[in-house]
């Protein structure tokens, strides 16, 4: 056997591996810009879908919430019927320019650094209210509509989280 020399195995072994190497890290690098958009977009939804859940199917905690005392919104008195007065108390605080009351609204619905907008309209496109609360503005990016009753006519829940 002789001393210094490289197998052509070797050499061509090496250069496949380093090849695909390579390869594999232009895929991971190209894979991720295209994807993480989407992964982004899928995350907002179901913020949204789960903020839309909590406000027609739920009554709240405490139940009988108030502005001034509440852990959880839920605008229904039973599953896809809303409460007029929870409709009124939730104005209230998405109307309120008390910062510590609008992030604990935030916090309530699991938004850390998100904002939302919930609107609820008859389908003939009464507005019923709009909640836009103070602080971040946010861009539409995703929107839920769901439907449920109010008064005994349907109305159209639609929640936008950006």
């Not at 939730?90 to 609107?119: A, M, P, Y």
Request: glycine share 4%; with cysteine.
């Amino acid at each position: 056997m002789m001393k210094g020399q490289v197998n052509i195995h070797f050499i061509i072994s090496t250069v496949l591996f380093v090849s695909l190497s390579i390869y594999l890290v232009y895929l991971i690098i190209d894979f991720y810009p295209t994807h993480s958009k989407n992964i982004k977009s899928d995350i907002l939804y179901s913020k949204a879908y789960s903020i839309s859940e909590f406000l027609i199917k739920d009554k709240g905690y405490p139940e009988n919430w108030n502005e001034n005392n509440f852990e959880r919104i839920g605008l229904a008195s039973e599953p896809y019927s809303l409460n007029s007065t929870k409709i009124n108390e939730f104005e209230k605080i998405c109307n309120s320019k008390n910062l510590t009351k609008i992030q604990k609204l935030r916090d309530s619905f699991g938004l850390e650094n998100n904002n939302f907008i919930v609107e609820i309209n008859y389908l003939n496109n009464t507005n019923v209210m709009k909640c836009e609360p103070a602080g971040r503005k946010i861009g539409k990016e995703v929107e839920i509509k769901r439907i449920a009753t109010l008064n005994k006519n349907f109305v159209e829940v639609i929640v936008y989280v950006g």
